[in-house]
C-alpha cells in the first residue's frame, strides 16, 4: 500500500502540474486541443487522489503499522468506522483527504465544461494551481505514506479518545466539503476578472456551487457544536 499510495501521489502532482501549466498555455495561445488535454490531465488527477486515498484508508482498515501515520492514529481495537475515519485524523491526513475534496470538484467542474467552454477553461486552471499546491504538501510536506523507522510495532498509538464520538465521523467531511468547495466560487470570480467577463452569467454559473458549499459547511458547524457541547462539556 505504501507503493501505491506514494506514486499516485506523484502521478497526481505530474497531472496536475500538467493540466495548470498546458492549460495556461493553451489559453494563452488559444489552442483549443491543448487546452482539451490540460482538462482531461484534471479528470485523470482525480483518479489517482481516489487511490491514494483508498490506500490509505486499505491501510487502516488492514491495520498496517509500517506506515506511521496509522501507527499515530489508530490501533487493531479500533472500530472500523474510526479507522476509516483516520484518512482524517491527523494532519497528513487532512491534507490528502483536502487534495482529494478538491480533485473530486475539480473533476465535477471539468465534466460540467459545456456551460461555458472559456470561463470553465480559465477556472480549470486557477483550479489545477490549487490541486498543486496541495498535492506539492502531501509529497514533500506532510507525506501520509512514511515508513516507520526501525521496529515495526503490533499496535498503533490509538485515535484521540476526544475524537472517538459518531460525529467524528461525519463533521470534518462535512466542514472539508465547504471550505474546499468555496474554492471553485473563487476560481469562477476570478476568471471571470481575468477575461473581463461581460455580464452576470458566471454569478448565476456559480450561484449553485455557493449554496451547496455553505449548505455543507452549515451542517459541519452544527454537528462540531454538538461535538464540543457533548465531549468538552461547552455550555
Not at 84 to 107: D, H, P, T, V
Not at 115 to 135: E, G, N, P, R
Request: aromatic share 14%; charged share 10%.
Amino acid at each position: 500500500m505504501p507503493q501505491i499510495g506514494s506514486f499516485s501521489l506523484l502521478l497526481a502532482l505530474a497531472l496536475a502540474l500538467y493540466s495548470f501549466l498546458i492549460g495556461a498555455f493553451a489559453l494563452w495561445r488559444k489552442d483549443d486541443l491543448l487546452s482539451e488535454t490540460a482538462r482531461r490531465a484534471g479528470i485523470a488527477s482525480f483518479v489517482a487522489v481516489v487511490a491514494a486515498s483508498a490506500a490509505l484508508v486499505v491501510a487502516a482498515l488492514t491495520n498496517d503499522f509500517s506506515l506511521a501515520y496509522i501507527m499515530h492514529h489508530s490501533n487493531r481495537a479500533l472500530p472500523t468506522p474510526y479507522k476509516f475515519a483516520a484518512l482524517w485524523s491527523g494532519q497528513e491526513g487532512s491534507l490528502l483527504f483536502w487534495a482529494l475534496l478538491l480533485s473530486a470538484y475539480g473533476f465535477v467542474l471539468r465534466v460540467r465544461h459545456k456551460v461555458d467552454l472559456q470561463l470553465t477553461a480559465y477556472a480549470s486552471v486557477i483550479i489545477a494551481a490549487v490541486q498543486v499546491f496541495f498535492l506539492l504538501l502531501v509529497n514533500f510536506a506532510a507525506h501520509p505514506f512514511a515508513i516507520v523507522t526501525g521496529t515495526i510495532p503490533q499496535d498503533g498509538n490509538g485515535l484521540n479518545p476526544l475524537l472517538q464520538y459518531p460525529e467524528m465521523v461525519i463533521h470534518p467531511p462535512m466542514l472539508y466539503l465547504g471550505y474546499v468547495g468555496v474554492t471553485v466560487p473563487f476560481a469562477f470570480a476570478l476568471s471571470a476578472l481575468i477575461m473581463k467577463y461581460p455580464g452576470e452569467k458566471w454569478i448565476h454559473i456559480t450561484r449553485r456551487w455557493t449554496m451547496v458549499t455553505w449548505l455543507f459547511l452549515t451542517c459541519g458547524i452544527f454537528m462540531g457544536a454538538h461535538w464540543a457541547y457533548s465531549v468538552l462539556g461547552w455550555g
